[in-house]
Nanobody, 124 residues
Framework: QVQLVESGGGLVQAGGSLRLSCAAS????????MAWFRQAPGKEREFVAA????????YYADSVKGRFTMSRDNAKNTVYLQMNSLRPEDTAVYYC?????????????????WGQGTQVTVSS
């Protein structure tokens, strides 16, 4: 079992950067695949990035490749999303999610644990 809390969202101008954090509580964090999703009002939640439990592999949506970097620090029970070169279309609520076992997934249904979300707003 794991509980997730996101932080680091805010308002930033286009071209700027933000670093999101997701702090996990639980004793099995190092065994979870982790992911970031985002959702804008009226739209479905979409995949952003994922990292395997080792932190040895990362995966990104095409829309964020080259701009976002996901990492994890298992010793701190924390995952991060470094977001650079932000664009207005990146505006959304960002959620971290955890998946125990299985393979890395890009779909929300395969993640059983979710944070409350943190708002990211990118202005023009």
């Amino acid at each position: 079992q794991v509980q997730l809390v996101e932080s680091g969202g805010g308002l930033v101008q286009a071209g700027g950067s933000l670093r999101l954090s997701c702090a996990a509580s639980g004793r099995t964090f190092s065994y979870y695949h982790m992911a970031w999703f985002r959702q804008a009002p009226g739209k479905e939640r979409e995949f952003v990035a994922a990292i395997n439990y080792r932190g040895s592999s990362t995966y990104y949506a095409d829309s964020v490749k080259g701009r976002f970097t996901m990492s994890r620090d298992n010793a701190k029970n924390t995952v991060y999303l470094q977001m650079n070169s932000l664009r207005p279309e990146d505006t959304a609520v960002y959620y971290c999610a955890a998946r125990a076992g299985g393979a890395i997934s890009y779909t929300t249904n395969n993640y059983g644990y979710w944070g409350q979300g943190t708002q990211v707003t990118v202005s023009s």
